[in-house]
């Protein structure tokens, strides 16, 4: 069975801190590795992965993949309490329509 | 970027009812749609793939006659809750695909609808 495995579960940090999140998955034929930042509404996509080793940054994110380990890890820098969220890990599977399966998030939080 | 548009954001209705959800694509045409449900501290669980002119395809588990699902167009896609009962109050997510914009494009969600059925 395709499963996404993220962890920590939750965390806690203070602003300025830098927090690694990470993403496993054990899924057949694997097309890309997509990280996503939940509020309270519906998630927005930050990065996608699809080669091994190439970093996606944007601003303090910064995202990459392995895939010879199956893992991911999602690095913020710096971080602000608006970087309190849920992060998602999604992976897409070839050969499907285009669906995600997705980890069970990491709630973060950010404290002043 | 690519715009998915949900509506309603959130509705109450009584047991026994049907609500109906719309998804739309806003700048670009979606041939498939997918709808997630999360329930409180869950992840999203794919329910259903809809697919613009036949039949949707619903994940195991996911009662086809309880969750009607209509792609009418290629920018709308419906789902009704049918005859709903408080279990299937969750946070229901829409989301769609620009095919047409990049090959490894991300799938883009809805700003999701929030169903409590009392």
């Known amino acids: 069975e395709d499963k996404v495995v993220q962890s920590p579960l939750s965390l806690v940090v203070h602003e300025g801190d830098t927090v690694t999140l990470n993403c496993s998955y054990e899924?057949?034929?694997?097309?890309?590795l997509l990280w996503y930042k939940q509020e309270k509404k519906a998630p927005t996509f930050l990065f996608m992965l699809?080669?091994?080793?190439i970093e996606k940054k944007s601003g303090r994110l910064s995202s990459i993949l392995d895939k010879k380990e199956l893992f991911s890890i999602l690095n913020i820098t710096a971080t602000q309490t608006g970087d309190s969220a849920v992060y998602l890990c999604a992976v897409e599977v070839r050969g499907s329509q285009g669906n995600l399966i997705f980890g069970k998030g990491t709630k973060l939080s950010v404290k002043p | 970027g690519a715009v998915v548009s949900q509506h309603p954001s959130w509705v109450i209705c009584k047991s026994g009812t049907s609500v109906k959800i719309e998804c739309r694509s806003l700048?670009?045409?979606?041939?498939?749609m997918f709808w997630y449900r999360q329930f409180p501290k869950q992840s999203l669980m794919l329910m259903a793939t809809?697919?613009?002119?036949?039949?949707?395809?619903?994940e195991q588990g996911v009662e086809k006659d309880k969750f009607l699902i209509n792609h009418a167009s290629l920018t709308l896609s419906t789902l009704t809750v049918t005859s709903a009962h408080p279990e299937d109050s969750s946070f229901y997510i829409c989301?769609?695909?620009?095919?047409?914009?990049?090959?490894?494009?991300?799938?883009?969600f809805g700003n999701g609808t929030r169903l409590t059925v009392t």
């Open positions: 809809s697919n613009e002119g036949s039949k949707a395809t619903y």
């Open positions: 699809t080669s091994s080793g």
């Open positions: 899924v057949t034929n694997f097309r890309s």
């Open positions: 989301s769609a695909r620009d095919f047409g914009q990049l090959i490894n494009s991300p799938l883009h």
């Open positions: 700048d670009f045409q979606a041939t498939t």
